[in-house]
């Protein structure tokens, strides 16, 4: 099996080669090494971060063998990275292997990486369980770079604002992040501090649907069927040129249901009037069994609906180091001017 398994991070690395010196010259040193799902280890991944290679597995734990074969090969690979296993096969994904205290000390120390130019921090643990950064969306912060020259950008669902700080390193005029964490805002706002960005990145601590309600000036009223919501913050009306929404597969809170198998439009609809007519609006939904196609026309009609039809609509689709085998990555990322 260690063979086996070699052998198949050889496949990936070599399959690599062109996209790996595409991104150092793109200043990027953060992406996938192996993609198991499509690589012959479902359920296994290798990142790298920097100065970091972060194995994970999500269905399995590793055998001892398998991980020092793992080890071995990016020592010779990628010499003097710094290798750590999160074991992430238990229940809600969350990491189940201890450390020594020496190394997880190491684990929980910042390190800087680049991706396309702009620098974020990473830790190979901290507080949550996902890394500080998708990479699979790699191909949307591309994107987003190219279109926000000048733009104002909403970034809704923002974890560490990867999306919002790429969009101001790229030069747009005025960028909002919102999230409800206040943990995934802070390490955002350490990102912003960690780039020479030409304007002040905006960070709001809020729920997505009272934020986007007020600033699409449907508004967001503070009672609801007699019972007081949660504080908010409040937002004047405001339309952006771009608007990335990258919300969560599903999550329930006083103010709407976040579903992206059966009620996107819920979250589109007023995503949509927070767009400038004329503008951009960045949807990405992260569930396999939703199919592209059918997702798209569910948008498509929901846009006719509000009057703001869709006028032009193009696919983003995450990069090599993200392959897929039947050509429908789980991750799909919709670009559409309104
Ligand atoms: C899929 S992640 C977004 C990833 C992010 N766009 C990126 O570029 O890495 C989901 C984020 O949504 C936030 N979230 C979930 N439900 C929310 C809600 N109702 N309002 C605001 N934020 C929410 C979580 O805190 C988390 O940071």
Redesign the pocket.
Known sequence: MPANLTAALARALDARRDLLARLASDHTDAFRLFHGTAEGHPGLTVDRYGSIILVQSFHDPLSPAALEALEAFYAAAFPGLDLFYNDRSHANSRIANPLPPERQQQAETRREFSELGVKYWVQARHAGQ?P???LD?RA??RRVMAEAVGKSVL?????????GVAAAKAGASHVVN????ES?LAVGKDNARLNDLPIRVRFVK??????LRQLAGIGQPKMVRGKRLPPFPELAPHQFDVV?L????Y???A??V?DLINDYPALFKPALLCTKPGGTLIC?N?VAQVDRDAWAEQLTRSAAKAGRPIREMEWITPEEDFPSLDGKPPLKILLMRV
């Open positions: 996902d500080w950064l998708f969306l949307a912060r970034n809704v669902f923002a974890y560490t604002c990867g999306v919102v999230d409800f964490a995934s809020s729920d997505a649907f009272a934020a990335f990258d919300p969560p597969r999550a329930k809170s103010f709407g976040v990405c992260n």
